[in-house]
């Protein structure tokens, strides 16, 4: 299990809804050796900015994830990755 910690800056955006948000993450990844498929699980927090039709403001952001990494180079990887979360709506992304 290899750990890491990793900045996530999100912008999203749907029917008059918009939210940008900052997070500090922590991965923990399982690799598997021999297989270059590795599956991770993230837990992250932080904070964003929303704007919604009826109010703007700042709200605490929080999301854990689940994926795969693949090896492609040396200093490039390939992840697919689940994250659900909560910022003044629950969120998901892929």
Do not use: K
Request: net charge positive; glycine share 12%.
């Amino acid at each position: 299990c290899q750990q890491y910690a990793d900045a996530l800056l999100t912008n999203w955006g749907r029917e008059g809804q918009s939210m940008t948000s900052l997070q500090a993450s922590l991965r923990w990844q399982f690799v598997s050796f021999p297989s270059s498929w590795s599956p991770f699980a993230r837990l992250g927090v932080g904070g964003g900015m929303f704007r919604r039709p009826d109010r703007d403001g700042e709200s605490l952001v929080a999301s854990v994830g689940y994926g795969v990494a693949t090896y492609l180079h040396p200093r490039a990887d390939l992840r697919f990755e689940l994250r659900l979360g909560w910022a003044e709506v629950p969120v998901g992304q892929v």
